[in-house]
């Protein structure tokens, strides 16, 4: 499957996660939000560039749970708890979060 955005040709999986993270922009993220119904805030980037950060970092995805923490550490509890990150992300905060980040599907993600 191909996303093509600015007129170049991004391979995506089925299930529209980028094939290739160095694909990736905020216009592609843009892209991909509105794709998935995802109405980009600065709160949104926040956790998309956090995310990002993360897999740079470890060089994995974290489950739901050591995501959710690892917000928590970073921006406090207001934002590391799921009623938070599921207004953002409604359909699944990890697995969106990463879709929009470029990154893969999370292992742990239906």
């Known amino acids: 499957m191909e996303l093509i955005i600015e007129g170049v ?3 995506i999986t089925q299930q529209g ?3 290739d993270l160095n694909d990736w922009s905020e216009n592609v993220a843009k892209e991909l939000a509105l794709l998935n119904n ?3 805030s600065a709160e949104h980037w926040e ?3 956090f995310i990002r950060g993360y897999y740079q970092r470890f060089k994995h995805l974290p489950n739901a749970r050591v995501f959710t923490k690892a917000i928590k550490q970073e921006f406090g509890v207001e934002k590391g ?3 938070y990150l599921h207004r953002l992300f ?3 905060p990890l697995k969106y ?3 929009i980040a470029g990154l893969p599907k999370p292992p742990t993600c239906f």
């Open 38 to 40: 995802v109405e980009l």
């Open 9 to 11: 040709a991004l391979k």
């Open 90 to 92: 409604p359909q699944g």
């Open 47 to 49: 956790i998309i560039l």
């Open 17 to 19: 996660f980028l094939s």
């Open 97 to 99: 979060a990463c879709k």
């Open 81 to 83: 708890n799921s009623r």
